[in-house]
């Protein structure tokens, strides 16, 4: 029995020796802050318009595009498109003629106001936030299809899909609970 207790004891201290010595091989250097991650997955400010206004082909380039470049690198092609879509096309409900329009499209980021309603459009406000139950598709249509008056249109200013399928949550997370 000895000997046992004496090769179990030998075993364990054996195990725990082998298992503290150091094997992270990660550098535990301080990143540099002056460090610029190049490739962006995807911007979606806007839900749909890289979907809907960017060719094929551009598609991960326009994702991969600081914003700040986006107008000049995308906008002809976002109003060509928007032309393609509605060729009757002259200002929406918000006064924007077709190169305002796309310019305001063409840079994917959501906007977030500061000192007033966040809202994606509430009639008044444009593109100063959105809010969860915001119906982001039906007020893009309105805004491509809808005219200066917004309904232009009107078998093309809505999906019919008027609110989400469950209430939202009044505290954080806000979003509503799965299925």
């Known amino acids: 029995m000895n000997v046992f207790s004496n090769i179990l004891i030998l075993a ?15 550098d535990h250097t301080i990143p ?7 490739i962006q997955g995807d911007q ?22 600081e914003p700040s470049a986006m107008a ?10 928007l032309l393609a879509l509605n060729p009757d096309y002259t200002t929406n409900k918000i006064g924007l003629n077709a190169d305002q329009f796309s310019g305001a499209l063409s840079t994917d980021v959501l906007n977030v106001s500061l000192n007033g309603p966040t809202t994606y459009y509430d009639g008044t406000n444009v593109l100063t936030g959105r809010k ?15 005219g200066p008056n917004g309904t232009a249109k ?6 019919h899909v008027d609110h989400n399928d469950k209430d ?3 505290a954080f997370p806000y979003e509503a609970a799965p299925w």
């Open 132 to 146: 969860l139950e915001d119906d982001v598709i039906d007020d893009s249509f309105t805004l491509i299809f809808g």
């Open 32 to 38: 540099n802050q002056e460090t610029v991650y190049d």
């Open 12 to 26: 364990v201290a054996c195990t725990a020796f082998a298992s503290c010595h150091d094997d992270d091989d990660d």
């Open 44 to 65: 979606v400010g806007r839900p749909g318009l890289n979907v809907v206004f960017i060719s094929e082909g551009d598609k991960d380039k326009f994702n991969e595009t």
């Open 154 to 159: 009107p078998g093309l200013v809505s999906d």
């Open 168 to 170: 939202f949550l009044s």
């Open 72 to 81: 000049s690198l995308f906008g002809a092609q976002i109003k060509s498109k």
